[in-house]
């Protein structure tokens, strides 16, 4: 085997980037399928990996009002990035009254899931609030037999949105979806009225019927959705390119990587790239997964290790020599994730703080 010359790269990191643009017209996909009720954005887990701040910015430009994160700080985050105390911002994780502070200096939404949250959030309101009821995930929420204390803890309290979550919205084949759709139809109509949510991305594909005045989609802006076998709407959003460290001719017999797991049947030519799983890359990928360059298909040999990947790049010299950076992810991320026995949730949140985030489109 020996080693050729490299195109040489400056960079040796690997980068997250983040199409803006691309989110902005899944955000409109969402409106479309969205005739009547206001599309939201769920921007928790720093917008599922992709950098809350920069996603929830451009979101708003795009039309957001309403934005939903998982905690307290997540929440002051997307307000800071935000700079704009209009939208409104609601934490899904529960109210505590330690936390009333930022709740009120951040303009931040409490969602009561308990008695003990409403109880708590009651001795000093902090703002309106929204309160989550459970209709079958059994997670978080009130239950079906807290309703009539629930009427009563709410009065003189502003709830400007109750909200539940579906367990099955990715199947839409599921007696569940209806099941939920029906008891939360039946526990609001027992509320004073106000503006309902019940549709994740799921849930906004389910239909009109599940959308009632706000959604709550997250996947979809992020270019998937939790249904691996359905027809998707959503544009990938996000690449991890992958700098070329060194490229190597490798003949028959040769092996490549940890545990010598692939064994060259013929010469080939291995590209070794700046990404491993420290970067967030399946170490599923590992013997099956690809990358593409240029849009064509470089498979992973061997397996991926912590910093470094490698790829067959046999054939693909001429793009090489032009510059072409190796991307994951893209429109491969489904692949990546079904590799990894996982959802592109799980793929997208698993992004290393090591890759650099670049943000391309509008701001
Ligand atoms: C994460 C989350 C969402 C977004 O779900 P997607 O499937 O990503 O669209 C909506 N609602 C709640 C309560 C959530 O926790």
């Known amino acids: 085997m020996s080693v050729l010359a490299t195109p040489s790269v400056e960079n040796t990191r690997s980068r997250l980037v983040v199409d803006l643009d691309a989110i902005a017209r899944n955000f409109q996909t969402l409106q479309k399928l969205t005739p009547t009720a206001e599309t939201g954005a769920v921007v928790k887990a720093n917008a599922y990996g992709l950098g809350a701040g920069p996603v929830a910015r451009r979101l708003m430009k795009e039309g957001a009002r309403t934005f939903f994160v998982a905690t307290v700080e997540e929440g002051v985050e997307v307000r800071e990035a935000l700079a704009?105390?209009?939208?409104?911002?609601?934490?899904?994780?529960?109210?505590?009254?330690?936390?009333?502070?930022?709740?009120?200096?951040?303009?931040?939404?409490?969602?009561?899931?308990?008695?003990?949250?409403?109880?708590?959030?009651?001795?000093?309101?902090?703002?309106?609030?929204?309160?989550?009821?459970?209709?079958?995930?059994?997670?978080?929420?009130?239950?079906?037999?807290?309703?009539?204390?629930?009427?009563?803890?709410?009065?003189?309290?502003?709830?400007?949105?109750?909200?539940?979550?579906?367990?099955?919205?990715?199947?839409?084949?599921?007696?569940?979806?209806?099941?939920?759709?029906?008891?939360?139809?039946?526990?609001?109509?027992?509320?004073?009225?106000?503006?309902?949510?019940?549709?994740?991305t799921g849930g906004v594909l389910l239909g009109e019927r599940y959308q009632f005045d706000v959604t709550r989609p997250g996947i979809g802006l992020y270019g998937a959705t939790a249904d691996l076998s359905a027809d998707n709407p959503f544009e990938p959003v996000v690449t991890l390119e992958a700098p070329i460290l060194q490229l190597r001719e490798i003949d028959a017999g040769d092996t490549?990587?940890?545990?010598?797991?692939?064994?060259?049947?013929?010469?080939?030519?291995?590209?070794?790239?700046?990404?491993?799983?420290?970067?967030?890359?399946?170490?599923?990928?590992s013997g099956a997964g690809c990358a593409r360059i240029a849009g064509l298909r470089a498979p992973v040999l061997g397996r991926v290790s912590m910093d470094l990947t490698t790829l067959d790049v046999t054939g693909l010299e001429h793009e090489i020599s032009q510059g072409a950076v190796p991307e994951f992810l893209g429109p491969d991320l489904y692949q990546a994730a079904a590799l990894d026995n996982t959802l592109p949730y799980e793929t997208l949140t698993g992004l290393g703080a090591r890759a650099e985030r670049i943000y391309k489109g509008t701001p």
């Not at 909200?163 to 199947?171: F, G, I």
């Not at 490549?256 to 990928?285: I, K, Q």
């Open 256 to 285: 490549v990587g940890y545990g010598a797991t692939y064994v060259a049947h013929s010469p080939r030519l291995v590209a070794t790239v700046g990404a491993g799983y420290a970067d967030g890359l399946p170490r599923a990928l």
């Open 84 to 200: 704009d105390p209009t939208p409104d911002i609601w934490v899904f994780s529960g109210y505590r009254a330690k936390d009333r502070p930022l709740y009120v200096k951040h303009r931040l939404g409490a969602v009561l899931n308990q008695p003990g949250e409403t109880a708590q959030f009651r001795a000093a309101p902090a703002g309106p609030c929204a309160v989550h009821i459970d209709t079958g995930m059994s997670r978080l929420g009130y239950g079906a037999g807290d309703i009539s204390g629930l009427l009563n803890a709410l009065q003189n309290l502003d709830v400007s949105l109750v909200m539940s979550h579906l367990a099955c919205s990715e199947e839409s084949a599921s007696t569940n979806n209806l099941r939920q759709l029906e008891r939360f139809t039946a526990l609001t109509n027992a509320l004073p009225e106000t503006r309902l949510s019940l549709a994740n």
